[in-house]
């Protein structure tokens, strides 16, 4: 396996993460993930190219493909039996890199990431925000597990792998030109379309 320099993308390249996308699969996902970007991308304008920053085996881009069939869409990930999936999926492009190395050459209308922030190493995070920031031309959507102050809780028996925080916060933070457009949160016990228990913030640039 590629040497990596985090302890969480080591764990996301190897075999919690192959088990992971074994795991989570299937059309009640694909639709739970349709209602919530029907929602959140109801709020936007024009969105043309998406990148997604972890996209495991594209349970949110075949989603997203749906609501917008013209768009270009891009994925990235690490674990490369996820971008063994995510390669079937037609006309995406596929980076099999870690966002930690990662050095986009252009912008997307729309950066996502989804279930991903939570995972990296909390050292890591002013970087991963600047890259958001810098691959946006307009929008950032972050649907991550929120709490108001940082806090590391045990993931499936592992230390270290799993952080709550106000993400979303912390970047407008950041980037004072971020502006809040709309937020949510899906309950892992909704009637029809469950989602972890994420919370979703829409943030839009202003100056680009
Ligand atoms: C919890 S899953 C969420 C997957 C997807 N975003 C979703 O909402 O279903 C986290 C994904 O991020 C990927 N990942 C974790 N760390 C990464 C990194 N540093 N760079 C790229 N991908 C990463 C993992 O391999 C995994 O596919």
Same mark, same amino acid.
Request: hydrophobic letters at 40%; one cysteine or more.
């Given at each position: 396996?590629?040497?990596?320099?985090?302890e969480?993308?080591?764990?996301?390249?190897?075999?919690?993460?192959d088990?992971y996308?074994?795991?989570?699969q299937?059309?009640?996902?694909?639709?739970s993930?349709?209602?919530?970007?029907?929602?959140?991308l !109801?709020?936007?304008? !024009?969105?043309?190219s998406?990148?997604?920053m972890g996209?495991n085996?594209?349970?949110?881009l075949?989603?997203?493909?749906?609501?917008?069939?013209?768009? !270009?869409?891009?994925?990235?990930?690490?674990?490369?039996?996820?971008?063994?999936?995510?390669?079937?999926?037609?006309?995406?492009?596929?980076?099999?890199? !870690?966002?930690l190395?990662?050095?986009?050459?252009?912008?997307?209308?729309?950066?996502?990431?989804?279930?991903?922030?939570?995972?990296?190493?909390?050292?890591?995070?002013?970087?991963?925000?600047?890259?958001?920031y810098?691959?946006?031309?307009?929008?950032?959507?972050i649907a991550e597990?929120?709490?108001?102050?940082?806090?590391?809780?045990?993931?499936?028996?592992h230390?270290?792998?799993?952080?709550?925080?106000?993400f979303?916060?912390?970047?407008?933070?950041?980037?004072?030109?971020?502006?809040?457009?709309?937020?949510?949160?899906?309950y892992h016990r909704?009637?029809n379309?469950?989602?972890?228990?994420?919370?979703w913030?829409?943030l839009?640039?202003?100056h680009?």
């Open positions: 396996m590629k040497k990596y320099n985090t969480q993308e080591k764990f996301w390249a190897g075999r919690f993460g088990e996308s074994q795991r989570n299937g059309k009640n996902i694909i639709a993930n349709t209602a919530l970007f029907t929602k959140i !109801s709020k936007t304008n !024009s969105i043309s998406i990148i997604e996209a085996i594209g349970l949110n075949i989603a997203i493909k749906t609501l917008l069939p013209g768009a !270009s869409i891009t994925a990235l990930e690490i674990n490369p039996k996820a971008v063994k999936e995510l390669k079937k999926i037609p006309c995406i492009k596929v980076y099999n890199e !870690s966002m190395e990662y050095i986009p050459d252009r912008k997307w209308d729309l950066v996502l990431s989804k279930g991903v922030l939570i995972h990296q190493n909390p050292d890591k995070l002013e970087k991963l925000y600047q890259l958001m810098d691959a946006s031309k307009s929008y950032i959507c597990y929120y709490n108001p102050s940082p806090v590391e809780i045990p993931y499936r028996g230390k270290n792998k799993l952080f709550k925080r106000d979303a916060g912390e970047m407008m933070d950041a980037f004072p030109d971020l502006k809040l457009i709309d937020y949510g949160f899906v909704d009637n379309f469950p989602q972890d228990d994420i919370t913030f829409l839009k640039k202003l680009f």
